[in-house]
């Protein structure tokens, strides 16, 4: 089912025309076989270096594309309509790409955005903690000057491309002592090498093909230079400044997901008889499909707000987590629903409702908590109407 939205030239249409040829003839022809042997997609992934995706945000300057966040937002939706996973494998990368762009020294910027861009160093970002999630100031790994180098020690989980990336934007303590205690984390990109190895892929309900991986390091060592920035401190900082555009990605993912429920949905009722007619002609699908299609449009129209605000290089932390909360959760209920219009079918995993229904969940957990980001509204619409 198209739908409509605005073009902003003859070239954004050449590239979603593009993704759509890649989607119709790299990816759909396979989802069902990878998705169920939770396979990595390298040959879609080799694809995805070669249409240039590894630098969609990135500034044609260091290599890039250069596109804007509404260009991207609109590329995320139509691959989560056709499988969720892939939007992820280089939606952490370019979080991390992003945070070098925006925070980084113009040395980092050379050496590391042209390869990011590329493909040639692929990965994301590194947060979470196994007693971390959400409170990112709580983290416990640290890193301690030593030389020209620090010292990192410490354990990240559930990091997104942890197995087949090569490099991630690092959140470490490089001061347990100052408060408030944001002010002592900072930012590393941290290549892998002696001290930096890979404990275990982690297993999912859904989210299958992209590997989320823990990642312990031992005295690794990274040269002071990889330091984001050139400037402790400015961890959290950097880290937020990613998220704004990763939360953007996990909002349109939520629409691509939930406008793959509304389309199997529509097209089941239309095939599917009951009482001697379609059931898309009664009353209680019809009211399903209503809402499913309102949802979908009203998620849609946020995540584009969003996506101007970050275009005009506004904060949009506020409008990211409504764009965030409100698509996410439209794709929890529309996978719901789609399996409810489907019946028996839709809990089959001959069909795609199920996996859709598997995949919502992650969305409303990711990037930040659907209750942190109404907290994070809550606290921004403060700040801006003061009295």
């Not at 995706?53 to 991207?72: Q, R, V």
């Not at 910027?109 to 390869?115: A, C, G, I, M, S």
Request: hydrophobic residues 40%; contains cysteine.
């Amino acid at each position: 089912m198209d739908q409509p939205h605005i073009l902003r030239d003859e070239n954004e249409q050449q590239i979603l025309d593009t993704i759509e040829m890649f989607l119709a003839r790299d990816v759909a022809p396979y989802v069902h076989g990878l998705e169920k042997a939770d396979t990595y997609p390298v040959e879609i992934v080799a694809r995805m270096k070669e249409l240039g995706l590894f630098g969609a945000t990135i500034a044609a300057e260091y290599g890039g594309l250069g596109l804007p966040c509404g260009t991207y937002a609109q590329i995320v939706e139509r691959i989560a309509r056709v499988w969720m996973s892939v939007t992820g494998i280089f939606n952490s990368h370019l979080i991390m790409a992003a945070i070098v762009q925006r925070n980084g020294t113009e040395a980092q910027k050379r050496e590391f955005l042209p390869r990011f861009a590329s493909g040639e160093l692929r990965g994301g970002l590194a947060l979470t903690e196994p007693d971390c999630g959400t409170d990112l100031q709580a983290i416990r790994c640290t890193a301690k000057r030593d030389g020209n180098d620090y010292v990192i020690n410490g354990t990240k989980t559930w990091i997104s491309n942890g197995i087949y990336g090569s490099c991630y934007a690092l959140l470490v303590k490089t001061d347990l002592t100052t408060e408030p205690r944001h002010r002592g984390t900072s930012m590393f990109l941290a290549e892998k090498g002696p001290g930096f190895t890979v404990s275990k892929k982690l297993e999912k309900l859904g989210y299958k093909g992209i590997d989320s991986a823990e990642l312990v390091f031992e005295n690794y060592r990274v040269p002071a230079d990889r330091l984001i920035g050139g400037k402790e401190g400015m961890g959290l900082k950097h880290a937020l400044s990613g998220l704004e555009l990763g939360r953007i990605n996990v909002a349109a993912r939520g629409v691509g997901v939930a406008q793959a429920a509304l389309d199997e949905s529509v097209k089941y009722a239309q095939l599917r008889k009951t009482f001697g007619k379609p059931i898309g002609q009664h009353q209680a699908i019809q009211l399903k499909l209503a809402d499913m299609a309102t949802r979908t449009e009203a998620a849609r129209l946020l995540v584009r707000r969003a996506a101007d605000f970050y275009d005009r290089g506004e904060r949009c932390d506020m409008e990211a987590g409504m764009a965030k909360l409100f698509a996410t959760e439209a794709a929890m209920e529309n996978s719901a629903e789609a399996l409810r219009v489907h019946g028996g079918y839709g809990y089959s995993t001959e069909f795609p409702v199920e996996r859709f229904y598997r995949d919502a969940p992650l969305l409303v957990i990711g990037e930040g908590t659907n209750e942190l980001q109404r907290i994070i509204i809550a606290q921004q619409l403060i700040a801006r109407n003061p009295v």
